[in-house]
């Protein structure tokens, strides 16, 4: 069983930076995409970064700009470094991985954008 572990989740205020970190553990025999997605209370869950296997990214316009995403292969570990924060980037980010055979989530990690 593969089991996702998030950290860097907090409280920033506006134009801050944060490091999201998502680990994978269990029986890895081979990890595809890595995403990170978000969730703001009363709305629905939106893709906020993705990084294939060859590590071609891909971004939601509203984060372009001030997100990067990366991933440790030898750590099969995915990263979202959040700057320029803003109010509206607060919500629970969720990682989200293709592990062989099926998609995993994360527990989620909130981050919190307010002065």
């Known amino acids: 069983q593969v089991r996702l572990v998030e950290s860097g989740g907090g409280l920033v205020q506006p134009g801050g930076s944060l490091r999201l970190s998502c680990a994978a553990s269990?029986?890895?025999?081979?990890?595809?995409?890595m995403s990170w997605y978000r969730q703001a209370q009363g709305k629905e869950r939106e893709l906020v970064a993705s990084i294939s296997d060859g590590g071609i990214t891909n971004y939601a316009d509203s984060v372009k700009g001030r997100f990067t995403i990366s991933r440790d292969y030898a750590k099969n570990t995915v990263y979202l470094q959040m700057s320029s924060l803003k109010p509206e980037d607060t919500a629970v980010y969720y990682c989200h991985m293709w592990v062989f055979p099926s998609f995993v989530w994360g527990q989620g990690t909130q981050v919190t954008v307010s002065s």
């Open positions: 269990g029986s890895i025999f081979s990890i595809k995409d």
